[in-house]
C-alpha cells in the first residue's frame, strides 16, 4: 500500500504583483513543497473583496495574473492544484457551518481584524469572517500543513481550534492542521529603509522590486540601495542595508551568507551592488519570459484552472458530503 502524501493548503491574495519578498519568503519554498506533499494552491478571491474600494474589473484580471505568477515562479499544474477559491463550491458553505461554532469574539480580538478596521471607515462583516473563510479554505481539503508568513498564523490558530471543536461537537472529521512557518524563508527588506519589511504597499516605491518590473528599473533600485557610510561586505545589525543584500545575494545564488562575506568581504558597496543587481537580474530573467508568455496564452491558463477545478472539487464535495450528514443537513 503506498504512503498517501500529506496535504498542503495555501493561498495569496489577487492584490498585484509579487515583490522580492514575496518571492523569496514564500512562492520559491512553495516549490520545493510540490515533490513531497499534495499541494492545494488556490487563489482567495473572496477574501479579496473584503477590501471595499477594490474594483472588480481590476480584481478578475488579478486573478489569471496571480496564475500566471504562481506557474513563471515554478509552480507545476502537472504537480500542483491551482485554482480559484470562488469556482469552488463548499469554501463559503463550510465557512457557514464553521461560523456557527466560532465565538464572536475571538474574531473581533484578531490582530488582523482589528489592524484593518482601524484604518477604514467602513467595516464589512466580511472582514470579521475573514478568518472563518481561512479556516474553511484549510479544513475543506484536510490540509495537515499550512504555508503561511507570521501574520496569518493566527489564523491558521483558529482553523486548527474549529478543527478541534468540530470533531468534538460532531465526531472526528478534521486533521488538526499545522501552520508551517518556512524556516529558509527570506526576510526581504525595503531598499530604502533596510530595518522595515519590503511591502508592496509601500509609498516609496524604490524600496520596492516587484519581480516583473522591468529590468532596466530592477537595475537601477539596487544601485541606488541605502546603505551605511562604512566599508567592507560584512554581516552585522548595524549594517542592515548591506546584510540586507547579502541575503538577497545568498537566497538567489544558493550561497551561505559566510561564502558571500569570505568571496565578497573585500568588494566595494557600489561593485557589491552590480554583483547583487546582475544575480537577481539573471535569476528573474527567464521567471519574466514565462511570464509574458504565460498571460498571451489564456487559453492554456484555463485549462489549468478547470483541470485543477475537477480534482479540488472533488475533494471539496466528498469533505462536504461528510460534513453535511455530521451537521445533519441535507
Ligand atoms: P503579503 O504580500 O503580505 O500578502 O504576503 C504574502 C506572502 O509573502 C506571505 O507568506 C509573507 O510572509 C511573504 N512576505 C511578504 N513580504 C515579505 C518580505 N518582505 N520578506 C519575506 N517574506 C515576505
Ligand atoms: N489570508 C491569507 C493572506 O492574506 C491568504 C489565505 C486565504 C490563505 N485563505 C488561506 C492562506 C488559506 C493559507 C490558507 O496571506
Redesign the pocket.
Known amino acids: 500500500m503506498g504512503m498517501e502524501k500529506k496535504i498542503i493548503?495555501?493561498?495569496?491574495?489577487p492584490t498585484g504583483g509579487f515583490h522580492l519578498g514575496n518571492y523569496l519568503g514564500a512562492v520559491k519554498n512553495w516549490c520545493s513543497l510540490q515533490e513531497d506533499f499534495e499541494c492545494f494552491f488556490?487563489i482567495?478571491n473572496l477574501?479579496a473583496i473584503t477590501c471595499p474600494s477594490y474594483s472588480p474589473t481590476e480584481l478578475r484580471h488579478n486573478t489569471i495574473q496571480m496564475l500566471a505568477q504562481f506557474m513563471a515562479c515554478g509552480l507545476d499544474p502537472k504537480k500542483s492544484h491551482m485554482f480559484i477559491?470562488s469556482s469552488i463550491t463548499g469554501h463559503t458553505e463550510l465557512a457557514w457551518i464553521l461560523g456557527c461554532l466560532t465565538p464572536v469574539g475571538q474574531l473581533f480580538r484578531m490582530t488582523?481584524f482589528k489592524a484593518k478596521s482601524e484604518q477604514k471607515d467602513f467595516v464589512g462583516s466580511g472582514l470579521l469572517y475573514?478568518p472563518i473563510?481561512?479556516a474553511a479554505?484549510?479544513l475543506l481539503y484536510n490540509?495537515h500543513l499550512?504555508?503561511?508568513?507570521e501574520?496569518?498564523k493566527q489564523?491558521?490558530e483558529l482553523?486548527r481550534d474549529l478543527a478541534v471543536k468540530f470533531n468534538q461537537t460532531y465526531g472526528a472529521t478534521f486533521n488538526v492542521p499545522e501552520p508551517y512557518i518556512l524556516k529558509t524563508g527570506a526576510r526581504v527588506y525595503s531598499l530604502q529603509e533596510p530595518t522595515k519589511k519590503m511591502s508592496k504597499s509601500d509609498p516609496n516605491q524604490k524600496g520596492t522590486i516587484f519581480i516583473f518590473e522591468p529590468i532596466d528599473g530592477i537595475r537601477k533600485k539596487i544601485r541606488s540601495a541605502v546603505t551605511d557610510s562604512g566599508m567592507g561586505i560584512t554581516f552585522s545589525k548595524n549594517k542592515p542595508g548591506i546584510a540586507n543584500l547579502m541575503d538577497i545575494f545568498a537566497a538567489l545564488t544558493g550561497l551561505t551568507v559566510e561564502t558571500v562575506e569570505a568571496e565578497y568581504g573585500t568588494h566595494s558597496y557600489s561593485d557589491f551592488k552590480n554583483c547583487v543587481a546582475e544575480a537577481v537580474i539573471e535569476h528573474l530573467k527567464p521567471l519574466q519570459a514565462c511570464y509574458f508568455e504565460l498571460l498571451k496564452d489564456k487559453e492554456y491558463l484555463n485549462a489549468v484552472l478547470e483541470d485543477s477545478k475537477k480534482v479540488a472539487q472533488a475533494h471539496a464535495s466528498r469533505m462536504m458530503a461528510k460534513v453535511y450528514r455530521r451537521v445533519g443537513l441535507f
Not at 493548503?9 to 491574495?13: I, K, L, P, R, Y
Open positions: 493548503v495555501t493561498g495569496a491574495q488556490f482567495p477574501h477559491q488582523q475573514y473563510l481561512m479554505d484549510i490540509a499550512v504555508p503561511v508568513g501574520d496569518q489564523h491558521v482553523a
